[in-house]
């Protein structure tokens, strides 16, 4: 069974009341989701292997660590999952970045795909997928299927805020993949949205509401 790891670091828990305050504008939601994407990833990498190597100061020899391969790859969720990108490669500036397009039918609340574009070797690479919501779990179980189907082995699934649901539907469909969450809230509502949640992330994003 994967881990579940919610987050409770207390800069954490300030950038997210910030993020969710419905005054909050583009430009700072923006800023706060990626410093909260930044230190999450500190927490998401905490367990990445690290090897012996054999380097020189410039006092003398010693053997230092560095990372195991350092084949590490981002995918966003678009449209969303972008605001989540930078603050990612703040803290692994090599890793490559793939795109996956999903939406949510405002009806069914089904993911439909429209993109998808990912570095040629990333079945290779330790792969984290980020988006800021989990909600039914929709969107991101069918991310995760579609990297599993290009042969992906290695998958992390980073969320700023999860539903229940979405995390019962993850452990269900994905029970090899670890969650980091930022924020564990009480349900859906009727309309498919996290309460208290944050409204519609992408939309917060990009300023297009
Ligand atoms: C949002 C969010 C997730 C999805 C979560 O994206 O960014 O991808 O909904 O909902 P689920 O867990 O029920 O699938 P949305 O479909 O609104 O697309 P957008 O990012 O392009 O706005
Ligand atoms: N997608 C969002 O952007 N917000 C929610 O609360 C649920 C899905």
Same mark, same amino acid.
Request: proline share 4%; hydrophobic share 40%; net charge neutral.
């Given at each position: 069974?994967? =881990?579940? $790891?919610?987050m409770?670091?207390?800069?954490?828990?300030? *950038?997210?009341?910030?993020?969710? /305050? =419905?005054?909050?504008?583009s430009?700072?939601?923006?800023?706060?989701?990626?410093?909260?994407?930044?230190? !999450?990833? &500190?927490?998401?990498?905490?367990?990445?292997?690290?090897v012996?190597?054999?380097?020189?100061?410039p006092?003398?020899?010693?053997?230092?660590?560095?990372?195991?391969g350092?084949? %590490?790859?981002?995918?966003?969720?678009? /449209?969303?999952?972008?605001?989540?990108?930078?603050? !990612?490669?703040?803290?692994?500036?090599?890793?490559?970045?793939?795109?996956?397009? %999903?939406?949510?039918?405002?009806?069914? %609340?089904?993911? $439909?795909?429209? &993109?998808?574009?990912?570095?040629?070797?990333?079945?290779?690479?330790?792969?984290?997928? $980020?988006?800021p919501?989990?909600?039914?779990?929709?969107?991101?179980?069918?991310?995760?299927?579609?990297? *599993?189907?290009?042969?992906?082995?290695? %998958?992390?699934?980073?969320?700023?805020?999860?539903?229940?649901?979405?995390?019962?539907?993850?452990?269900?469909?994905?029970?090899?993949?670890?969650?980091?969450?930022?924020?564990?809230?009480?349900?859906?509502?009727?309309?498919? &949205?996290i $309460?208290?949640?944050?409204?519609?992330?992408?939309?917060?994003?990009?300023?297009? *509401?």
């Open positions: 069974m994967a =881990k579940i $790891v919610i409770n670091h207390p800069l954490i828990r300030h *950038k997210i009341g910030i993020i969710r /305050r =419905k005054e909050t504008g430009r700072d939601f923006r800023q706060m989701i990626s410093e909260v994407a930044m230190l !999450m990833c &500190y927490e998401a990498t905490r367990n990445l292997k690290v012996d190597v054999s380097i020189e100061t006092i003398c020899q010693m053997t230092a660590k560095e990372l195991e350092k084949k %590490l790859a981002v995918v966003p969720i678009l /449209r969303a999952g972008l605001g989540m990108v930078d603050g !990612m490669l703040t803290m692994i500036p090599a890793a490559k970045v793939g795109h996956i397009g %999903l939406y949510r039918n405002e009806d069914t %609340l089904e993911p $439909v795909e429209y &993109y998808c574009k990912l570095p040629k070797d990333c079945a290779e690479r330790e792969v984290f997928v $980020v988006d919501m989990l909600a039914t779990g929709g969107s991101a179980s069918a991310a995760i299927t579609m990297l *599993k189907e290009k042969g992906v082995r290695k %998958l992390r699934f980073m969320c700023i805020i999860a539903a229940p649901e979405g995390v019962e539907r993850m452990k269900a469909d994905h029970p090899d993949v670890d969650l980091y969450i930022g924020a564990m809230d009480e349900r859906l509502n009727e309309n498919g &949205y $309460v208290p949640g944050l409204g519609d992330a992408g939309d917060r994003i990009f300023g297009t *509401k």
